[in-house]
Structure formats: C-alpha cells, structure tokens
Nanobody, 124 residues
Framework: QVQLVESGGGLVQAGGSLRLSCVAS????????MGWFRQAPGKERELVAA????????YYADAMEGRFTISRDNAKNTMYLQMNSLKPEDTAVYYC?????????????????WGQGTQVTVSS
C-alpha cells in the first residue's frame, strides 16, 4: 500500500500563490508517474498537472499552463505544485495521485493511489 498526504492548501486572494506538497509513504519503491487533480463542487475531478517518474517530462492542463509548475524530489518521496497567479476558478479540493505507469497518462483511471485532498480557496 501507498499513502499520500497533501499539504499547503489554504485561502489566498486572486493573483496570489500557494505551494502544495504531497508526501508518499509505504511501498514507494518503483518508478511511477504522479499527478495533481482537482475537484470543484458539482464538477468532475480533472487533471491539473502530471510528471513522469524522474521529472523529465511534465503535462499541464491548458488552463494551468504558465501559472502552475509541477516538480518532484524522489529522494524525499515528495511532489510539489507551485501555483501562481491564482484565480477564483482555481478554487477546488486538490488531490495528489500516483500513476500506474512510469510515464504520464491523463485519464483518472490511470492513477491508483490518492491522497485525502487539500482545499484551495481563491477569493476575488
């Protein structure tokens, strides 16, 4: 089993920044892609950004391109999401997840372990 714990969420004004962290524990050996998802009330969970097993390749949803940066430190079993220029529409619960493969996939079904989520609220 793998446990994922997110932190770093909170309340921020529009235009502000937050940095989310996700720490993995348990059976963390092996090479797996990781992803950040978010889910707003009444909406489906959507992929925000993803990173392959060694950080050599990243993916961003169009709405986040240029504002968010995903990274990982495998030595610390930690993944990050730097979020800049936040907008009210970024308000959601943000989840980290581990992929089933070493390379990036964008569908929710390609991820098998999930954190409990951290709330991000952006006020206008």
């Amino acid at each position: 089993q793998v446990q994922l714990v997110e932190s770093g969420g909170g309340l921020v004004q529009a235009g502000g920044s937050l940095r989310l962290s996700c720490v993995a524990s348990g059976r963390t050996s092996g090479a797996y892609a990781m992803g950040w998802f978010r889910q707003a009330p009444g909406k489906e969970r959507e992929l925000v950004a993803a990173i392959d097993w060694d950080g050599g390749s990243t993916y961003y949803a169009d709405a986040m391109e240029g504002r968010f940066t995903i990274s990982r430190d495998n030595a610390k079993n930690t993944m990050y999401l730097q979020m800049n220029s936040l907008k009210p529409e970024d308000t959601a619960v943000y989840y980290c997840s581990r992929g089933k493969e070493w390379y990036i996939k964008t569908d929710v079904g390609a991820y098998d372990y999930w954190g409990q989520g951290t709330q991000v609220t952006v006020s206008s």
